[in-house]
């Protein structure tokens, strides 16, 4: 018996974590002086919490290697295999080295499970659409390592790219910082445009001079980057920008049919990094 699980910054919860017979990883946020567990939503950020955000009021919280290996430890004790779909390591404040040194040791210590840890290299709805499909492979052939290693295949197929309204933001943020930093922070109106690309790393892409036509260029990024805008489908995440995220779909659907656009609200996880408004977008790569 085999347990899938998703990384927290996946974009995926509730009713579809069920749907698609995946659990979701720990997280925590700090909201304030508290830390709470982040177990996920059903439902947009409310109109606080997104002031709250633009307010700094909301931090991620690393997860310990302790923490990581006693979570994934309980499922391997009842006798289940398991396979975790990270987001890029290189997006992890240690570079993912307590994820690792945790899944290292769930492999001496569990000599006759597996525990399997998939560096997706991306973020968001990359890494759940990388997570869905395994799961999907797996479910037809009951082969763990075959799925495991189509899902390495997939890793770095997905990129992300996506427009930050408050640049000043970012600077709050040591991963985000280098990105931001390249900006000219005194020019009023600047929306940076960033990717994680196939590597899994930030990089800046392109500023736009407003946050409306920063979501254009968006679309013209996928359009000089996918591999094919009408053979695959896209994800589109938001917050604080409905608008203009269903802009970006209708222009996807001159292309592709209605169920080959993903369209779904971020998460406050992902939020507190990238600020309370942003668009973003997954696509496969050249």
Wanted: glycine content about 6%.
């Amino acid at each position: 018996m085999a347990k899938f699980f998703v990384d927290a910054f996946a974009d995926m919860f509730g009713a579809e974590l069920e749907k698609n017979n995946l659990i979701l990883a720990p997280s925590k946020l700090k909201i304030g002086k508290n830390i709470i567990d982040f177990k996920g939503w059903n439902k947009p950020p409310t109109q606080k919490e997104l002031n709250d955000l633009k307010n700094n009021k909301y931090s991620i919280v690393h997860i310990t290697e302790q923490e990581w290996y006693e979570f994934f430890a309980e499922y391997l004790k009842q006798g289940e295999d398991v396979v975790f779909f990270a987001i890029s390591l290189r997006l992890f404040s240690d570079g993912g080295a307590d994820l690792l040194a945790a899944f290292t040791k769930l492999e001496q210590d569990f000599p006759g499970r597996k525990a399997k840890l998939v560096n997706t290299k991306t973020v968001s709805c990359g890494t759940s659409n990388i997570a869905v499909l395994t799961q999907t492979l797996f479910n037809k052939e009951k082969d763990l390592e075959k799925a495991v290693k189509f899902a390495t295949t997939l890793s770095g197929q997905f990129v992300t790219a996506f427009v930050v309204d408050d640049v000043n933001f970012l600077f709050s943020n040591p991963i985000l910082k280098q990105s931001g930093s390249d900006l000219t922070g005194g020019l009023l109106g600047v929306k940076p445009i960033i990717s994680i690309d196939r590597e899994g790393n930030f990089k800046l892409l392109d500023k736009a001079r407003g946050f409306k036509s920063g979501v254009n260029k968006l679309f013209s990024i996928v359009q000089g980057n996918g591999e094919n805008v009408a053979d695959f489908t896209f994800s589109i995440v938001f917050a604080n920008a409905e608008l203009e995220a269903l802009d970006l779909k209708n222009k996807f659907l001159q292309y592709v049919s209605e169920n080959e656009v993903k369209i779904t609200p971020s998460s406050l996880n992902i939020l507190s990094i990238v600020g309370p408004k942003f668009v973003g977008i997954t696509f496969h790569s050249k």
